[in-house]
């Protein structure tokens, strides 16, 4: 220790002098830099300088702060763009209920959908309009693998392949709608594509939660050949822009745009004056935006991969073939409407659930249906077999059967008692129901068993979870010792909670529906009346029932009592 005291003493002694020159040298940059600002803007003769804050989408930021600085450094202009790239959702979020951050002055985000989710969140009475400053498709990222599958690159595959193919949906990765513009257009494009076929759509939303993640960069970190620990995806929605920078990397797995037939909404990026933005500042702002519309902006803008805002390729790109060069126009999102039923549907499709099942096994469900070999008893519990299997491993689900007198006096029995779906799969739960199809016998007590199973759903109710009691039945009350209807309602309405929302789920099938009957009853819980003649059609009513049943106040409508 003694051996390094004058060292240490020298180094002491020297500090002030290594303190001075580090100010000295800090003085000598904060005045060159200000000379040279002063130089630039004195040659424009500038009296004032006005600071412009943008907060922009990072993808595009760097395009705004190049085309700012271009603009500062030509001479031609007194002002400072000041671009900071920031989440679209943060900044949706920070100008409805302030993050204690400053509100920016221009705002950029990737899709007009930021303005209405920042509207519908209270920033704005009014919907605020922005001019597109560029564009990006949304297509099927894919690995040159998926692709050739489908004859590429000789024939460029389509989404409708890729989603009816097994193989590619198990390893496709999907970016969380409610975070990223681009898995809400997905949705947009596949209910497109499902029309009126629910179970469809209600399938393929199911498949695509399997791998969502809530970052989209995660899905290119899990391309084949990556270090992740996740399963590999070789196939997922991305922006064009997206895609094209991902393969001038030193990647291993390059990627395949593929092109919708009915292409989904465009990534827009908007260029937005904020409301409470002084005038001042909005004459600067539209003068930033004039270059960037500018031929010199749509230069670097073609260069970082996106496309202008009337949808054409900024930067040749015939040569490459993952990609295609011809104009494609922006598809507008829609109104905000629209935006919450998809979104809805979406979290209703990937919500747990708990559910009371009530099925009908009275005997007219053993009659024919006509034109098959079936009886409706047979073609409901198809249907129920299918909807099972569709629900999330973790949603759980309890069967009771009804009739009349099925034990002693009781019209209704336990089948299966509530447990998660991965349970009851594994334990050959589908087989237990099956097995109640040669077991029909007896009339409808409808009212008697509707009121004890939402009695059961509620003593049961469990947060954080839709609970629902789904009923099944071919015909009307046919109980004449059991309670009459207007006692059914008037119990119900007692049980209703509208802070522990439990609606009723009436799905009637054949002939002898009385389908105003089954609508009271599910209309005193705030629930939905499905039902159809014809009981081969009982699958189409079933998925189309699951694409709305589970889906809960406030989300889609209010429940009784508010």
């Not at 003085?27 to 000379?35: I, Q």
């Not at 104009?327 to 998809?342: I, N, W, Y």
Request: with cysteine.
């Amino acid at each position: 220790m003694g051996r390094h005291s004058p060292t240490d003493g020298r180094a002491a002694h020297r500090s002030p002098v290594l303190i001075l020159s580090l100010l000295l040298v800090v003085a000598l940059v904060g005045w060159l830099s200000f000379d040279l600002l002063r130089d630039k803007l004195g040659a424009s003769d500038c009296d004032s300088v006005t600071s412009l804050s943008v907060a922009a989408a990072p993808d595009i930021a760097p395009v705004l702060t190049q085309v700012g600085k271009d603009a500062l450094e030509s001479g031609e202009e007194c002002y400072d763009v000041r671009v900071i790239a920031r989440e679209s959702a943060a900044v949706a979020e920070s100008v409805a209920v302030s993050d204690g951050t400053d509100p920016p002055d221009v705002w950029v985000p990737e899709s007009a959908m930021w303005l209405q989710r920042a509207q519908s969140n209270g920033a704005w009475q009014t919907p605020v309009k922005g001019t597109p400053i560029a564009s990006s498709p949304v297509v099927m990222a894919v690995t040159d693998d998926v692709a050739g599958q489908f004859g590429w690159p000789a024939a460029r595959p389509s989404w409708t392949q890729l989603f009816e193919t097994p193989a590619v949906t198990e390893a496709m990765g999907f970016p969380d709608p409610a975070r990223d513009p681009v898995g809400t257009a997905t949705l947009f494009a596949i209910t497109e594509s499902a029309g009126t076929d629910s179970v469809a759509l209600t399938a393929t939303m199911r498949k695509l939660s399997a791998n969502t993640v809530t970052e989209a960069a995660e899905l290119f970190l899990r391309l084949p050949g990556s270090t992740s620990s996740l399963p590999p995806l070789s196939a997922f929605p991305a922006t064009e822009t997206a895609v094209l920078r991902h393969n001038v990397k030193q990647s291993p797995t390059k990627l395949v745009a593929v092109y919708a037939d009915t292409a989904p909404p465009s990534l827009d990026y908007p260029f937005v004056v904020l409301p409470g933005t002084a005038d001042a500042k909005r004459a600067v702002a539209e003068r930033f935006l004039t270059r960037l519309l500018s031929s010199s902006a749509a230069e670097l803008l073609g260069a970082a991969g996106f496309r202008g805002a009337n949808g054409a390729m900024l930067r040749d790109r015939s040569q490459d073939k993952r990609v295609i060069g011809e104009t494609l126009p922006p598809v507008p999102l829609p109104d905000s409407g629209e935006v919450d039923k998809v979104l809805n549907e979406w979290a209703g499709v990937n919500l747990s659930a708990r559910i009371q099942v009530l099925l009908d096994v009275s005997g007219s469900m053993a009659e024919r249906v006509p034109g098959t070999d079936k009886t409706r008893m047979s073609v409901t519990l198809d249907a129920a077999e299918l909807g099972i299997r569709l629900f999330k491993p973790s949603t759980k689900i309890g069967l009771w059967i009804f009739s009349t007198n099925l034990a002693g006096d009781q019209d209704y029995r336990e089948l299966l008692p509530v447990r998660p779906v991965a349970e009851h799969l594994a334990n050959n739960g589908i087989a237990t129901v099956r097995s109640i199809e040669k077991q029909t016998k007896g009339a409808t007590g409808l009212y008697d068993s509707t009121l004890a199973a939402y009695r059961s759903a509620r003593q049961n109710w469990e947060p954080g979870r839709i609970n629902l009691v789904l009923v099944m039945t071919d015909g009307k009350n046919e109980d004449p010792k059991g309670i009459s209807r207007d006692q059914l309602l008037a119990d119900l309405a007692g049980l209703v909670d509208a802070k522990r929302p439990i609606p009723i789920i009436g799905i009637g099938v054949g002939p002898d529906i009385d389908v105003a009957e089954l609508k009271a009853i599910t209309d005193a819980t705030g629930g939905e009346t499905f039902s159809t003649p014809d009981p081969t059609k009982i699958i189409d009513i079933f998925y189309r029932a699951l694409s709305k049943l589970l889906c809960q106040p406030p989300a889609c409508k209010p429940a009784p009592g508010n």
